[in-house]
């Protein structure tokens, strides 16, 4: 009889530069990333926000909303690669060349809710791990990428205090 075991990856960094300074109220895309090479069944994604609140103040009520979403042809993404990386607003038409920004069609798989704080408090929050399958009925997808909505009074920090972290998840027979 065989035994089903877990396998971890190795952590992998999601490049996430274009999250600092990210003003109250914007949207920013990270990178994307791929399974068409390692195959994962699922994985796992996470990381931490640090908010800038030396130029503002945290309210009640205040988050930053991590999204998901998947391409389901590699081939219709010539720029998936490189996610976007400027921040965009809602309202935008358009955010990069042939790519309609629609709220509606991200996938919300965390909240990160601050503490209400006096301005000069800065804080770091953690959030996930969350798995990527279970965002898409349990089955990893081939292409998949992080949106985030600074839905607070406030920017996050403007220097690299961000963390995004990716772990895949294959399964063997022992």
């Known amino acids: 009889m065989t ?12 490049v996430a530069t274009n999250l600092d300074a990210l003003a109250s109220s914007d949207w920013v895309t990270l ?17 931490q926000i640090h908010f800038d609140t030396a130029t503002g103040t ?6 930053v909303d991590i999204y998901i979403a998947a391409l389901t ?15 965009f607003a809602a309202g935008d038409i358009s955010i990069a060349e042939d790519v309609e920004f629609t709220p509606l069609n991200l996938k919300l798989i ?8 006096t301005a000069d408090t800065e804080q770091t929050y953690n959030w996930g791990p969350v798995s ?12 998949w990428f992080l949106t985030i909505h600074n839905n607070s009074t406030d920017a996050v920090l403007d220097t690299g205090e961000h963390v995004v972290n ?4 294959t399964y063997t027979n022992a």
């Open 3 to 14: 035994t089903l075991k877990i396998a971890y990856a190795a952590d992998e960094a999601i």
């Open 31 to 47: 990178p994307s990333v791929t399974n068409e090479v390692n195959l994962y069944v699922d994985g796992l994604v996470g990381g």
């Open 58 to 63: 945290i309210l009640a009520g205040d988050s």
């Open 73 to 87: 042809d590699a081939d219709t993404s010539t720029t998936g690669t490189g996610g976007i990386d400027t921040a």
């Open 110 to 117: 965390a909240v990160v809710k601050p503490e209400a704080t």
């Open 132 to 143: 990527v399958a279970a965002a898409f009925g349990g089955l990893m997808p081939q292409i």
């Open 166 to 169: 990716f772990v895949g998840i």
